[in-house]
């Protein structure tokens, strides 16, 4: 959370200074941006399968990391935006009938992003809020498992694993950029994707897990 | 452009690079860190109490399909799929031996009781004996209940200890002590016993119902007692009691008749409920209810990974000399020497004890509390 007051911060004493006259965000131009992403997953999982104690269900934490895009503006209005960045490290824990035990594992993910966008007013105006859909690709990996994860699943035998997987989703969006000169701007975002997955332990049983993040950012940003 | 590049570039080996990593197990150590565990009960606990003698000939010990790994499995009993999760090494009898009946077991000269506690220089630690009730000292296979003239008690002339949970917790205060310790789990499991001697004194016409039901609220306050001023009391830290599974359900109570099995369902529920009802809520204890359990492994079976919670897999009677070579055909292995992987998706060995999977899946159970408690 510190770091994302962080984010927050430099946004806001950034708009205290005057607007920049230069053009902006017009067809042709590249831009990319450097930020803090947010990852919120709003978790439904189903239970553990066969053989397993009923009602074993998960909850996946939120998990925050560094972002870059690199977007394209086709036109004055349309863009075409690349999101990706360093990997998200969610903790897993257990709800249902295991609720109490807390942390079971951990999982990495990365979810590169393909946008396309459309913003509003005009190319130079100061602020642009923008709209944008498009394809996600997760990729889940490096779990952790945990004592508790193998005492419930396989006791007294080897350690249980957690396999992840590779998903397609497709994430939508809202945002606004703010011009602080020629180059520089500051750009924050609401994501929301749709998108589910399956984890499979190394003792057989499976749990779908509808993901459904909502995910905040803010990011700075530079205009060649 | 140049700095677009090395932004770009950045960007990719970011997003490419951090796919690598595999999934790995963790961190495998208990949230406590456990030096032993102590147990107390009834044949369900028992890891080789009467591995001497005949027994140990048949390569028997274990209430359920004897031989390490003899279902694939690689413990047998809860206890020893519990203390492996710990991290802990396998425990074993803190007393062993038989008292056979002359002329009607053969005597093979190792079955003096012995203890292999900290009383004669040993480290084990699982007082749990087959037949063990609660407070009384003669359980099934007794040899006092042996009869020459009643062909019925030919199972008693092997002659188990039976020494009550009671006893047990008194041998292990009086050779440690007096103090269990703070890194110590130590689980408590009985009851069953109690069920067959009042029903069997039912059958018999030598109890009431009314009077067998109120013998098993006897017994489930004397052993939330024994919890309470003998464990709790004396230091330990993480007891874990583990209630009642419904017997009721066992092929030996189907097996019985309709009104028997209702009187045991009786006699369990009593037990049970004088046991929750006697031990003190501590955040020392842990109560496992196995009776729930029980009964949603015999309604939703397939999702324990079980296919048969009624037939018993194995051909002798007491599952004590149960080996992969006395299994029914339908679970026998393939070839000699090869495990009998069928016999997992069965939850009865005999009449009444579980098979290795069985005692997995109550040491999933148990395992579960612990790690929701905090101590796994």
Not at chain 2, 40 to 69: C, M, P, R, T
Request: hydrophobic share 40%; charged share 10%.
């Amino acid at each position: 959370m510190k770091k994302h007051s962080i984010a927050s911060a430099l946004v806001a004493t950034a708009a205290l200074c005057g607007a920049g006259a230069a053009q902006a965000q017009v067809a042709g131009q590249f831009m990319v941006k450097l930020g803090w992403n947010k990852i919120m997953p709003k978790v439904r999982s189903t239970e553990l399968s066969a053989p397993a104690l009923p009602g074993s269900t998960i909850d996946i934490k939120s998990a925050s990391a560094l972002f870059v895009t690199a977007t394209y503006m086709v036109t004055d209005d349309f863009s075409v935006e690349l999101l990706g960045g360093l990997p998200y490290k969610h903790d897993i824990i257990g709800t249902g009938s295991v609720q109490g035990v807390g942390k079971i594992g951990s999982i990495h993910q990365i979810s590169p992003t393909v946008m396309l966008q459309y913003r509003f007013m005009p190319a130079d105006a100061p602020f642009r809020p923008y709209v944008g859909a498009g394809p996600t690709f997760a990729k889940f990996y490096g779990s952790r498992g945990s004592a508790a994860l193998t005492a419930f699943t396989n006791p007294g035998g080897p350690p249980t694993t957690i396999g992840g997987d590779t998903e397609w989703g497709a994430t939508t969006e809202v945002g606004l950029s703010y011009k602080i000169d020629k180059h520089w701007f500051l750009d924050a975002a609401l994501l929301k994707t749709f998108i589910n997955t399956k984890a499979q332990l190394s003792t057989g049983q499976t749990t779908k897990a509808r993901l459904n993040p909502v995910a905040i950012n803010a990011s700075i940003g530079y205009a060649f | 452009m140049k700095k677009f590049h090395v932004l770009t570039t950045a960007l990719a080996a970011a997003v490419f690079l951090a796919g690598c990593g595999g999934n790995e197990a963790g961190d495998q150590t208990p949230r406590v860190a456990f030096t032993s565990m102590v147990s107390f009960g009834d044949s369900l606990s028992d890891v080789g109490s009467y591995a001497v003698g005949v027994v140990k000939l048949q390569g028997g010990g274990h209430y359920s399909i004897n031989g390490k790994g003899a279902t694939g499995l690689l413990w047998t009993n809860w206890t020893e799929f519990l203390s492996a999760t710990l991290a802990l090494s396998a425990p074993c009898a803190a007393e062993t031996g038989l008292t056979p009946v002359q002329g009607a077991v053969p005597i093979i000269g190792d079955e003096t009781p012995t203890f292999h506690d900290a009383s004669n220089g040993g480290t084990c630690t699982n007082y749990a004996q087959g037949g063990a009730r609660v407070t009384s000292p003669v359980g099934p296979g007794n040899a006092a209940l042996f009869n020459p003239n009643d062909q019925s008690t030919s199972g008693d002339a092997i002659g188990q200890l039976t020494v009550p949970v009671k006893t047990q917790i008194a041998n292990y205060l009086a050779h440690n002590g007096g103090k269990f310790s703070s890194d110590q789990l130590v689980t408590v499991f009985a009851g069953g016993n109690d069920i067959f001697m009042n029903a069997g004194g039912v059958l018999a016409g030598l109890e009431t119902p009314t009077q067998a039901v109120g013998a098993m609220t006897q017994a489930g306050t004397e052993l939330a007692a024994y919890v309470n001023t003998q464990i709790l009391a004396n230091g330990a830290t993480h007891v874990v009691v583990v209630n009642l599974p419904d017997v009721s359900l066992t092929p030996y109570a189907v097996g019985a008749g309709a009104v028997a099995q209702g009187l045991i369902k009786n006699m369990v529920v009593a037990f049970n409920t004088a046991l929750q009802a006697g031990v003190t809520a501590s955040a020392n204890l842990v109560y496992v209810d196995a009776y729930a359990a029980s009964e949603d492994q015999a309604t939703n079976k397939l999702q324990y990974g079980l296919t048969d919670v009624s037939t018993p897999t194995c051909t002798s009677s007491s599952s004590l000399v149960c080996t992969a070579n006395t299994l029914i055909p339908a679970v026998a292995p393939a070839a000699s020497g090869a495990a009998a992987t069928a016999a997992n998706t069965y939850e009865y060995a005999d009449s009444v004890h579980p098979t290795p999977y069985g005692y997995r899946l109550l040491a999933e159970l148990v395992s579960e509390q612990l790690a929701i408690k905090g101590w796994l």
